[in-house]
């Protein structure tokens, strides 16, 4: 069975750090781009970022640009999100999720997702 | 970087028909996908490319595009359709980002 999960979320104070983990397992991990997108409560889907096969490649939504990093480990079928200088407008559930075809080229065709992990930011 | 529109709310009576739209430049160059999800539950991909299904979608869902906007349509809408609808696509700005709609509440009457 094709799956992610995601871990790692939790409460953090604005400015701080946090790092989530995304575990895969179903599937040849490093044969897919895959992303985070987030979703605020009660607002909607967000893409925050996506990054290639091999790490070559890594794309963020402008409002994370410089505070977050994507990255992925494929010897362990995880990917990784370090969120810094968090901020209260980041609070969300964070989703990976993977596309849903092998390519060189990114789509945005995302399938299967995890259950996700929520972020609050707050004092 | 692009923006896909859709209605915030549409509804339907049980056994109808309805269509839920998103528009935007972006899917000029490229088709839209549609996600379902419901109250506390990941979404689930319904519908990509020119008008696929993954195993397991019913064939009530349907996908179609015509200039910039997309379409999903739901042909006999069950009980079990009523979720929030979002549609994505790439950026058109040639970026390799991802942009989504705002998404619809569809309400089964």
């Known amino acids: 069975e094709v799956q992610l999960v995601e871990s790692g979320g939790g409460l953090v104070q604005p400015g701080g750090s946090l790092r989530l983990s995304c575990a895969a397992s179903?599937?040849?991990?490093?044969?897919?781009?895959m992303s985070w997108v987030r979703q605020a409560p009660g607002k909607g889907l967000e893409w925050v970022a996506n990054?290639?096969?091999?790490?070559?490649?890594?794309y963020y939504v402008d409002s994370v640009k410089g505070r977050f990093t994507i990255s992925r480990d494929n010897a362990k079928n995880s990917l990784y999100l370090q969120m810094n200088s968090l901020r209260a407008e980041d609070t969300a559930v964070y989703y990976c999720a993977r596309d849903r075809v092998p390519a060189a080229i990114p789509s945005s065709w995302f399938d299967p997702w995890g259950q996700g992990t929520l972020v609050t930011v707050s004092s | 970087s692009s923006e896909l529109t859709q209605d915030p709310a549409v509804s339907v009576a049980l056994g109808q028909t309805v269509r839920i739209t998103c528009q935007g430049d972006s899917l000029r160059s490229y088709y839209a996908s549609w996600y379902q999800q419901k109250p506390g539950q990941a979404p689930v991909l319904v519908i990509y490319?020119?008008?696929n299904r993954p195993s397991g979608i019913p064939d009530r869902f349907s996908g179609s595009s015509s200039g910039n906007t997309a379409s999903l349509t739901i042909t006999g809408a069950q009980a079990e359709d009523e979720a929030d609808y979002y549609c994505n696509s790439r950026d058109s700005s040639g970026n390799l980002h991802v942009v989504f709609g705002g998404g619809t509440k569809l309400t089964v009457l």
């Open positions: 990054i290639k096969q091999d790490g070559s490649e890594k």
């Open positions: 179903g599937f040849t991990f490093s044969s897919y781009w």
């Open positions: 490319g020119k008008n």
